[in-house]
């Protein structure tokens, strides 16, 4: 079995001010990471409406494809932004999780990484937040238990920042468990232990400035997996965000390029002896690119052997 890369060129069309740091210069560093890697290189089909209404109204769909300008950049909220090819490059990285989670249930590969932009897990029900506009690994997790038939899946989200648009999605899934890592107080100001969603299956753990990875592979090893394995999940999801890396310059958790390697390393093998290594990983967040870059690589190095 390989590992699927999912991307599209559309992605590079999602255009923000300069200065911005969701910049279409982090899928390029990306991409040119995995050059040369044993990967399946697929392109990401655009999301019909259909795909993206497993997590989001109508309503909300109309009004981003009604927001798209012709020219120029237009300003949704504080730091989100549509250009012209926003709306497209959004529906290839809902497409882009959905087929991965096709692509896995299949066979026709051990596990996927998606790299898409702009990235989604700050995205709520009818609010495009935090550079997201629709929330991908929710819509792919719900794709998955409804479309193919799945009793449980798991979402791990290792992003720097809450997943409050996973968390809003998702918080009356009784099968989907969300579990996210994040410094807190930061952006968006939610995450705290106390929201576990309608049906409890929801577990925040907010870090301090500072958490290393010493620190980091204890809650991963005592917290995370056990509560993977108590849920046993089919399939398991990763938004997996490098902006928790000590050089990232919006946040202050001191992970390093061997930490994320380690963390994919571990949940992989938790994959493997709970739902059949299926793991569908989703790009979020990462702001320094040479540390984005390498986290990826690793990341994705780590998928590849976990695939063999």
């Given amino acids: 079995m390989t590992t699927a890369l999912i991307t599209h060129p559309d992605c590079h069309g999602h255009v923000t001010p300069e200065g911005h740091p969701e910049q279409v210069a982090r899928l390029h560093e990306v991409l040119k990471a995995l050059e040369g890697k044993d990967l399946r290189r697929v392109e990401a089909p655009a999301a019909a409406d259909d795909s993206i209404l497993l997590c989001h109204p109508q309503a909300h769909i109309d009004a981003l494809r009604a927001a798209r300008p012709e020219t120029g950049i237009v300003q949704l909220d504080a730091d989100t932004y549509m250009s012209p090819g926003s709306f497209e490059a959004a529906c290839r990285g809902v497409g882009g999780a959905v087929a991965a989670v096709d692509m896995v249930m299949s066979g026709e590969v051990g596990n996927a990484f998606v790299a898409t932009r702009p990235p989604g897990h700050h995205a709520e029900t009818e609010q495009p937040m935090g550079f997201c506009l629709f929330g991908n690994v929710a819509i792919a997790a719900r794709h998955a238990l409804r479309n193919h038939g ?159």
């Fill in 150 to 308: 799945l009793k449980k899946v798991a979402i791990v989200d290792f992003d720097v920042h809450h997943g409050n648009g996973t968390q809003d999605l998702l918080w009356n899934e009784a099968d989907a468990l969300f579990v996210s890592t994040h410094q807190m107080p930061l952006y968006p100001g939610t995450g705290a232990q106390h929201e576990q969603g309608a049906h409890g299956q929801i577990t925040n753990i907010p870090l301090s400035a500072g958490t290393d990875g010493e620190l980091y592979r204890k809650i991963l090893a005592n917290r995370i997996i056990p509560l993977i394995e108590a849920f046993e999940p089919e399939m398991l999801f990763l938004s997996a965000g490098f902006d928790a890396h000590r050089d990232d310059p919006l946040a202050s958790i001191a992970l390093s390029t061997e930490d994320f390697q380690w963390i994919t390393e571990e949940l992989a093998k938790a994959a493997a002896r709970l739902c059949e290594g299926r793991i569908v990983s989703c790009l979020e967040g990462g702001y320094d690119l040479p540390a984005l870059a390498a986290s990826a690589g690793v990341h994705v190095d780590a998928l590849i052997a976990a695939a063999r």
